[in-house]
């Protein structure tokens, strides 16, 4: 962190200034993620504003109306301060439950919520509040705050000034937490509007891996009956979660019902209906069928915990896309920064793929050797498997394995219905400083990024403007190592 200069302004006219004199500053808002990047040496800002004495972003206000917290407040003032225990004590136990004493001393509810990590707890608490987020250029609703993975709304020169939340008839967050980091395994925050519309409920989930998300199904059925008992039968799919080391998919789905139901029984008092629910638990296939199915299982993907997995409707046929992903010139097209893509053989690629991670741009000298396994000509499924190795300069390295599966999907008999399901499953292996990133990170960026890529992948098949996506698929891989802290207070 050497030649790094400390600021620190005191009104957030001297912010603005800092911000518009210094481009490669970033603004210190805590610094619980910031810090550790630049340890990590995966950020090197030229210049740290740190915001703690701007008197603008440190006010706490409690009306009828709702309260006002300042982008700036701690979790631990937060959690201790007396009137929004009394009248918003979902905000205190939520803010209260974050990591240890030390952490909640200097986070801040600013830095979580710009920093948008797919497992903390404020954005959830937000979302399920429908609050209104405030900048220094206008007013957000919480609806269209949180983007993407570690993104959100926010603009590059814009800064975050403080959220105002609503008052509601009753509100309660409810986390399980990853013992280690306290993170959210899962956590789910359901609110309930006061006034006139006391049916409009909203219910929010972190920890899922995907970034927070509402839950629609769960609302519907609360709006139409408040009671434990409405959500029977309400399951949330799997395919929203992801497996990891500490849960399975299917784990968490099941465990953001109990929650949910936990959350509203605190309300209603019908704790006797609640579910218990069963120790984490990852799937993990019998020794016996690995030796049996061994000779299969070329062809199919793992049930590795640790492994990203995905899969995709194209509306081409098979041969198609088979021809599409083994061209270098259209994975060129769909791999935004890709400076280079180069075909050495039947089955070794080389690749330049300039990424930024974060405030950080890297380029990743990439090894692709391409393993045919089963092609469209020889049956069905055609399947492929590819070797990724990777080098981020002195950040270390990453190799990913990785397994493609494609069926015909027919919509009809007409030409026109002919289509590709796509299958695909990843298990990355870093090494060096991108291997303290860990296996979380890795986890929460992967499904946003492969879907971004065969998004594009469908748009260059069908002969149309590739251009929107920002990342894609082999920059997905190479982004097992992204940047896991954006610009605090700016995207």
């Given at each position: 962190m050497s030649g790094v200069q400390y600021l620190r302004p005191t009104s957030l006219a001297e912010v603005q200034a800092c911000l518009q004199q210094h481009p490669q500053a970033q603004l210190l808002a805590g610094g619980q993620s910031l810090?550790?990047?630049?340890?990590?040496?995966?950020?090197?800002?030229?210049?740290?504003?740190?915001?703690?004495?701007?008197?603008?972003?440190?006010?706490?206000?409690?009306?009828?109306?709702?309260?006002?917290?300042?982008?700036?407040?701690?979790?631990?003032?937060?959690?201790?301060?007396?009137?929004?225990?009394?009248?918003?004590?979902?905000?205190?136990k939520l803010a209260h439950g974050i990591a240890d004493q030390q952490v909640r001393n200097v986070g801040t509810l600013g830095g979580s919520l710009a920093n948008n990590d797919p497992a903390a707890c404020w954005p959830a608490g937000v979302l399920a509040y429908g609050a209104t987020l405030f900048t220094t250029q206008r007013?957000?609703?919480?609806?269209?705050?949180?983007?993407?993975?570690?993104?959100?709304?926010?603009?590059?020169?814009?800064?975050?000034?403080?959220?105002?939340?609503?008052?509601?008839?009753?509100?309660?967050?409810?986390?399980?937490?990853?013992?280690a980091s306290r993170f959210a395994m899962v956590g789910v925050a359901v609110t309930r509007a006061t006034g006139h519309d006391h049916s409009a409920v909203r219910v929010a989930i972190t920890g899922l891996g995907n970034g927070v998300t509402r839950w629609p199904e769960a609302?519907?059925?609360l709006q139409a009956h408040w009671s434990v008992q409405a959500l029977n039968g309400v399951h949330l799919s799997a395919e929203l979660a992801h497996t990891d080391v500490h849960a399975s998919a299917s784990y968490r789905a099941h465990l953001s019902a109990v929650l949910c139901r936990r959350a509203v029984a605190a309300h209603t008092g019908e704790e006797a209906h609640l579910p218990r629910h069963a120790p984490p638990s990852t799937p993990r296939a019998p020794a016996s069928r690995v030796r049996k199915d061994?000779?299969?299982?070329?062809?199919q993907p793992t049930n590795n915990p640790t492994a990203i997995s995905g899969s995709h409707h194209l509306g081409q046929t098979v041969a198609v896309v088979w021809d599409a992903v083994l061209d270098p010139v259209v994975l060129q097209q769909c791999i935004p920064g890709c400076e280079s893509m180069q075909r050495l053989s039947d089955t070794q690629y080389t690749a330049v793929v300039k990424v930024g991670l974060g405030p950080v741009s890297a380029?990743?000298?990439?090894?692709?050797?391409?393993?045919p396994v089963c092609t469209p000509s020889q049956g069905e499924p055609a399947v492929c498997h590819l070797h990724l190795s990777g080098q981020a300069g002195s950040l270390g390295q990453g190799e990913a394995e990785v397994v493609v599966q494609l069926r015909a999907h027919a919509t009809g008999t007409s030409p026109a219905a002919q289509g590709t399901h796509l299958q695909w499953q990843a298990t990355p292996q870093m090494s060096g400083q991108l291997a303290q990133l860990g296996n979380r990170l890795m986890q929460a960026s992967a499904r946003s990024l492969s879907t971004q890529f065969?998004?594009?992948?469908?748009?260059v098949l069908s002969g149309q403007d590739a251009s929107p996506p920002k990342r894609g698929f082999f920059s997905a891989i190479a982004e097992l190592f992204r940047h896991w802290h954006p610009l605090i207070f700016r995207k």
């Open positions: 810090l550790a990047a630049m340890r990590l040496g995966l950020t090197q800002p030229s210049h740290l504003v740190d915001l703690q004495d701007v008197p603008e972003l440190q006010d706490i206000r409690v009306t009828d109306d709702g309260v006002w917290i300042g982008a700036m407040a701690t979790h631990a003032r937060i959690a201790a301060h007396p009137e929004i225990q009394q009248h918003h004590p979902m905000l205190a007013e957000i609703p919480a609806d269209e705050f949180f983007t993407d993975l570690f993104t959100t709304a926010l603009k590059p020169d814009e800064v975050l000034l403080g959220v105002l939340w609503p008052a509601c008839a009753c509100a309660q967050y409810v986390k399980y937490e990853q013992p609302e519907a059925a061994r000779a299969h299982s070329a062809t380029r990743f000298e990439t090894q692709i050797r391409v393993m065969f998004e594009r992948l469908a748009r």
